[in-house]
């Protein structure tokens, strides 16, 4: 019996209809293959690609096509996203997978299709991936003619489109297709955060104490009071990261210090206005939450929740209009933080008065205006002693001092050691 027959009867005529409908919307086949990988609904590829009818022939030719088309809606179902790939022919499919209480239940497939001029050297290509047929080139004869040629941008919205009828015929589960996307890019993101990590401190890979980033938590929480969603999430992953690297792979210690990270962020959330009664409640829940972890990738994307919770909170009680003002005020102090810049000059900029703006730093990030600039000078002149070679007296000039004596007795009273000793990570 095929694993279609498990879905339910009214399932199965909406899949049915939706196939046809994204089909004739985009006038490209679409089939629907079980989780085993076989042809059940719409129209599967054999029926319409000649490649794909001539290796149909054969039981080897039959277990390649299921073989591949479990692996890619499997594939998708991990993801949370539609997957693109190149067939055994080589040949490009998109799938989106069909849930049901979370279950895989088989995927929905666009293709075969085409990204490139079918020419000699694509021909060549077909010819060896398909040589355990010992194929004749006659055979496969003006066989573009049966496949559709669409453009990257195109397969890309088709792509898309295809996952959100897959979602919405999953229904309820298409929550879980969402929190696996988030969970995706999450862990891409650590990914990427760990890499950097590990390519600017090289002193723990040789057993060396590694200076937590106390910095990056100003950065943070200056993120966190302006709304800045994309940015705090940014910098949270560079602070998991460089958890999850000294904490040498010991969850406990890591949600220990993630804890420290929590109570932190809601401290900040207090001093922007939020209600206290309301997030001691939600701390307590949180804490109860991050008991129940127990591995880092499930803490990592259940923190970034967290911050989002916290946000929200915090933006309830926000004097809108005056963010508005800061965040255009911080976005020209970025420009322009490695030269002399005055309060009076950003406050004329963003036309409002210097008192207002100087007013502005105080309540919504906590610092003045001269202390901001200089974080923004300090984490600057970080990056470029961990990542270049220039002297100090080149970084002292390039973050905004011409006084190299000067830049490194402000750089000292920041990180707490000389530019010279940070860059040896001493």
């Known amino acids: 019996m095929s694993p279609i027959s498990r879905i339910p009867d009214e399932l199965t005529q909406r899949v049915q209809r939706q196939m046809e409908a994204y089909a004739g919307a985009c006038g490209l086949p679409v089939g629907f293959y079980d989780l085993a990988g076989r042809p059940t609904l719409g129209k599967p590829c054999h ?13 080897t030719g039959r277990r390649k096509c299921a073989q591949f088309h479990d692996y890619a809606g499997r594939a998708s179902a991990q993801m949370g996203e539609a997957h693109i790939d190149r067939c055994h022919a080589g040949l490009v499919v998109a799938s989106a997978p069909l849930l049901e209480e979370e279950e895989y239940l088989g995927a929905f497939c ?6 490139w001029e079918w020419d000699e050297l694509a021909q060549d290509e077909l010819m060896e991936r398909l040589s355990w047929m010992e194929p004749k080139r006659d055979l496969f004869k003006d066989v573009e003619k049966d496949l559709p040629e669409v453009d990257g941008k195109r397969m890309q919205a088709l792509s898309e489109t295809l996952y959100s009828v897959a979602a919405m015929l999953s229904g309820r589960e298409s929550r879980w297709l969402s929190e696996n996307r988030a969970r995706q890019r999450q862990q891409m993101a650590l990914a990427d955060a760990l890499i950097e990590q590990k390519r600017v401190d090289p002193p723990r890979l040789s057993g060396g104490i590694t200076a937590y980033p106390l910095h990056m938590e100003q950065q943070l929480l200056t993120k966190v009071r302006l709304g800045d969603r994309t940015g705090a999430r940014g910098i949270l992953n560079e602070l998991m990261g460089h958890i999850f690297y000294t904490a040498a792979g010991n969850v406990e210690v890591m949600k220990a210090r993630i804890l420290e990270l929590i109570i932190m ?9 939020a209600e206290l009664e309301k997030l001691l409640g939600m701390n307590y829940q949180f804490i109860t939450q991050l008991s129940c972890q127990d591995n880092f990738e499930d803490i990592c994307l259940w923190v970034v929740r967290v911050l989002e919770t916290f946000m929200d909170t915090v933006y309830e009680t926000r004097n809108v209009k005056g963010i508005r003002f800061l965040g255009d005020a911080l976005d020209y102090l970025k420009g322009r933080y490695n030269r002399s810049v005055t309060l009076e000059e950003v406050a004329g900029h963003v036309h409002i008065s210097p008192y207002y703006l100087s007013h502005l730093f105080k309540e919504e990030l906590g610092m003045t205006f001269v202390e901001y600039l200089t974080q923004l000078r300090m984490d600057e002149a970080r990056r470029l002693l961990t990542q270049t070679g220039r002297s100090i ?6 973050v905004g001092y011409d006084d190299p004596s000067y830049f490194c007795k ?3 009273k920041s990180a707490g050691v000389t530019p010279n000793r940070f860059r040896k990570g001493i």
């Open 410 to 412: 402000v750089f000292k």
């Open 393 to 398: 007296q080149e970084i002292a000039e390039q």
């Open 110 to 115: 666009l293709g075969p299709l085409i990204l």
């Open 265 to 273: 962020i809601s401290r900040a959330a207090v001093e922007s206005g």
């Open 47 to 59: 029926t319409h690609c000649r490649i794909c009818s001539l290796i149909q022939q054969s039981l």
